[in-house]
C-alpha cells in the first residue's frame, strides 16, 4: 500500500504563507499522481491540485493563482505552497494519490493536516 504522512498545518493570519508537505512510502509499483485536497468546515472535500508522473500540474480555480504545487520524484513527497492566506483557505488538508500498487490503481489518502486562518 502506500502511506501518505502530511505536514505543515498552522493557525496562520489572513494574508500569510504557509507551506504543506506529504511524504509518501510504501511497497507500491509507481504514484501516477500526488496532489491535495481539502475540507472545510460544514463543506465538502474539494480538489486543490496535483502533478502528474510526466510532470504535468493541475490547480483548482480555488487557488487563484496564490497556490503553488511542487514534486520531489526522487523523495515521493509533494509540496504546497500558498499564499496571501484567506479565512476561506481554512480546512484539513489531505495528501492524495493514485498509484499502482500490486499490478491495480488505487487511491490512497493521508490523515490531514488543518490549517486555521485568523483575521
Known amino acids: 500500500q502506500v502511506q501518505l504522512v502530511e505536514s505543515g498545518g498552522d493557525s496562520v493570519r489572513a494574508g500569510g504563507s504557509l507551506r504543506l508537505s506529504c511524504s509518501a512510502s510504501?511497497?507500491?509499483?509507481?504514484?501516477?499522481?500526488l496532489g491535495w485536497f481539502r475540507q472545510g468546515s460544514g463543506k465538502q472535500r474539494e480538489f486543490v491540485a496535483d502533478?502528474?508522473?510526466?510532470?504535468?500540474?493541475t490547480l483548482a480555480e480555488v487557488t487563484t493563482g496564490r497556490f503553488a504545487i511542487t514534486r520531489d520524484f526522487g523523495q515521493d513527497k509533494v509540496y504546497l505552497q500558498i499564499n496571501g492566506i484567506r479565512p476561506e483557505d481554512a480546512a484539513v488538508y489531505y495528501c492524495?494519490?493514485?498509484?499502482?500498487?500490486?499490478?491495480?490503481?488505487?487511491?490512497?489518502w493521508g490523515q490531514g493536516t488543518l490549517i486555521s486562518v485568523s483575521s
Open positions: 510504501g511497497d507500491f509499483d509507481s504514484i501516477a499522481t
Open positions: 502533478v502528474t508522473l510526466t510532470v504535468q500540474e
Open positions: 492524495h494519490t493514485r498509484a499502482c500498487w500490486q499490478g491495480y490503481a488505487h487511491e490512497f
